[in-house]
């Protein structure tokens, strides 16, 4: 391993530290880099409440996303025979859980920021998503 991809290395494990992420992925000129906690700690490790972003168009209303707070598989309820957390139409409240998101064998409950009503959920259970990738929009 050259210095470079060493000091990288040192310097996203310090920043998963600070933020207290689970992951980093990192990728500059070919280099490809994943840095992971492994507190061991328990299996399911609750993240921060998932960003809601307002996006503007010039002749819509604002819509708002709730975004993956990391990447993994999403999973719209907690087992395969059970219903989904959410469906189109329910009204949520701050705090619930709208789906859980797979990374590296732990599950990442994300939840409602604020209150409000799903009205579109934009994922399938089982589906792979990105780093703020929007998973529901709301009203």
């Known amino acids: 391993m050259d210095k470079q991809a060493e000091s990288i290395?040192?310097?996203?494990a310090n920043l998963l530290r600070e933020t207290g992420l689970n992951e980093i992925d990192y990728e500059k000129d070919g280099l490809r880099l994943r840095v992971a906690s492994?507190?061991?700690v328990t299996p399911v490790v609750t993240t921060p409440a998932a960003e809601v972003v307002t996006e503007t168009k010039?002749?819509?209303?604002?819509k708002n996303y709730v975004n993956s707070p990391i990447v993994?598989?999403?999973?719209l309820s907690p087992n395969p025979n059970a219903p989904t957390f959410v469906k189109?139409?329910?009204t949520v409240k701050a705090g619930q859980t709208l789906c859980m998101v797979e990374a590296m064998k732990t599950f990442n409950p994300v939840v409602a920021e604020k209150a409000?009503?799903?009205k579109a959920i934009l994922?399938?259970?089982g589906a792979p998503v990105e780093y703020q990738q929007p998973l529901f929009e709301m009203e």
């Open 9 to 12: 290395i040192k310097d996203l």
């Open 38 to 40: 492994n507190s061991g």
């Open 58 to 62: 010039q002749s819509d209303k604002p």
């Open 72 to 75: 993994g598989v999403v999973y």
């Open 88 to 90: 189109e139409g329910d």
């Open 116 to 118: 409000g009503k799903i």
């Open 123 to 125: 994922v399938e259970s």
